[in-house]
């Protein structure tokens, strides 16, 4: 790049942004890298994170060159929608720990915990038809909750430097790497090796869940499937499904909790409805004060805020200001930064308010369309185009249906709510 290149390290050496990761506050000192110096930031020598959204269609669209497997058809909405009474089991169990344990008790709840013990035992169900006892037993019963926290801090960092994977978790000599998930691996094995032999007590062909699918593509496409393959598809729905949804949920809670106002309005939509212990998807999906504060809480803190990357193409990218980054140069755009551009979300987008997502009242019906076709195309907290994220139809449906399960039944406060 010709011009832009900030006097900052960043642009130096990629050791800079690995030290960024390695903060814990990347994604803020990223703002403030962008506050500083513009749309665009060189990262590492040649890495460019970019502050577009109107570049979002160029360079995370699909030229359908390369059409997707049926893989990728099983988490289409249709498909999420057959989980859902698996899904309503797993959440109902929730409602019954939290009842016993805390509601009866007057005993004080740690709720993200609670929340991650359920998404993880939600994906085992939706995957395995069984869960992995982490509500049963109250903890992280194995480990692997505290490891997938480990591994991901890992790849987060590894991901800026990547030759020095081949110097620690891949080190023939000694791998210093995270710990392994060896207790889901094993898990994950089990049920495929029970269900190949007909033998998985837990599988009911009524709520078949993804291990059953994705056997139904293997022996569809035996050439291209196999049980290496359907093992890693699994192993995808666990590690790229449980963290970031658990991460959602929690989002939504805090910011419904500390905002009293939002708290209120959001629990009176919730009570004028007869939606019984477990809201259906579609019902909890149509409130609209639900929906604004879903989707707010994950414009203010998107489940992934690194970098989306992505290679420039050959005839490279010129930018919306006529600078020009050379092909092959690793490009992309952070979800963090991207929901908070002021040229879509006005000037208080760091401010949590979900009444952004509704009509105002000074405001036409055509002028809310538009307002709303602008929200939803700059809308990157799942990605784009044709790697968008696979799971955020069961992520959504698994938000919706736990925010309003918990904030319709009972009577929530933070325990300490001037802390941030
Ligand atoms: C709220 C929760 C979630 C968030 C915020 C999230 C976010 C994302 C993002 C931003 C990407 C795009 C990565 C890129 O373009 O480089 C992605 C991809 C992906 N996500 Fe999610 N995700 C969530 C839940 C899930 C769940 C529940 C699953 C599986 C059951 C899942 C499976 C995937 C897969 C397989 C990809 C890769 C898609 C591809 O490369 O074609 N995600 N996710």
């Given at each position: 790049m010709d011009q832009g290149a900030q006097a900052e390290p960043s642009g130096l050496t990629n050791w800079y942004r690995f030290y960024l990761v390695r903060t814990g506050d990347y994604q803020h000192q990223l703002k403030a890298l962008h506050d500083k110096?513009?749309?665009?930031?060189?990262?590492?020598?040649?890495v460019v994170d970019l502050d577009y959204p109107e570049l979002i269609k160029t360079m995370?669209?699909?030229?359908?060159?390369y059409l997707k497997t049926d893989?990728?058809?099983?988490?289409?909405t249709k498909i999420v929608l057959t989980v859902e009474p698996l899904v309503d089991k797993v959440i109902d169990q929730l409602l019954e720990h939290l009842e016993e344990r805390?509601?009866?008790?007057a005993k004080t709840c740690d709720l993200g915990e609670w929340i991650a013990f359920c998404t993880w035992d939600m994906v085992g169900a939706a995957s395995?038809?069984?869960?992995?006892g982490y509500m049963a037993q109250g903890k992280d019963h194995d480990g692997t909750i505290s490891t997938e926290d480990k591994a991901f801090d890992y790849f987060a960092a590894i991901?800026?430097?990547?030759?020095l994977d081949y110097c620690l978790?891949?080190?023939?000599?000694k791998r210093i790497g995270p710990p392994n998930l060896g207790n889901a691996t094993r898990v994950a094995i089990e049920h495929i090796a029970a269900r190949t032999q007909g033998?998985?007590?837990?599988?009911d062909p009524k709520t078949p869940g993804y291990l059953q699918r994705f056997m139904e593509v293997k022996e569809t496409y035996p050439d291209i499937v196999d049980d290496g393959m359907v093992m890693n598809y699994v192993f995808i729905n666990l590690l790229a499904g449980s963290d970031t949804t658990a991460l959602t949920i929690r989002a939504v809670m805090y910011y419904v909790l500390k905002h009293p106002d939002v708290y209120r309005k959001l629990k009176s939509e919730l009570g004028?409805?007869?939606?019984?212990r477990i809201a259906q998807y579609s019902e909890a999906k149509a409130l609209p004060y639900l929906d604004a504060c879903v989707r707010e809480a994950i414009r203010v803190h998107p489940g992934v805020s690194m970098m989306l990357e992505r290679y420039a193409p050959a005839e490279g990218l010129t930018l919306p200001d006529g600078r020009y980054i050379p092909p092959f140069t690793k490009v992309g755009m952070n979800p963090f930064i991207i929901n908070r551009n002021p040229c879509i979300?006005?000037?208080?987008?760091d401010t949590f308010r979900p009444e952004r997502w509704l009509q105002q009242d000074d405001e036409s019906g055509s002028a809310f369309a538009e307002r709303t076709k602008l929200f939803n195309a700059a809308d990157f907290s799942f990605g784009?185009?044709?790697?968008?994220?696979?799971?955020r139809h069961l992520a959504l449906l698994q938000t919706y249906k736990i925010v309003a399960a918990l904030v319709g039944r009972y009577d929530i406060r933070l325990t300490n709510p001037e802390r941030e």
């Open positions: 110096h513009g749309p665009v930031i060189r990262l590492g020598p040649n995370y669209g699909t030229d359908n060159k893989f990728y058809h099983n988490n289409s805390f509601v009866k008790t395995f038809s069984e869960d992995f991901g800026q430097v990547p030759i978790d891949k080190n023939p000599i033998n998985d007590r837990n599988f004028k409805l007869e939606l019984g979300w006005g000037n208080d987008p784009a185009g044709s790697r968008m994220c696979l799971g």
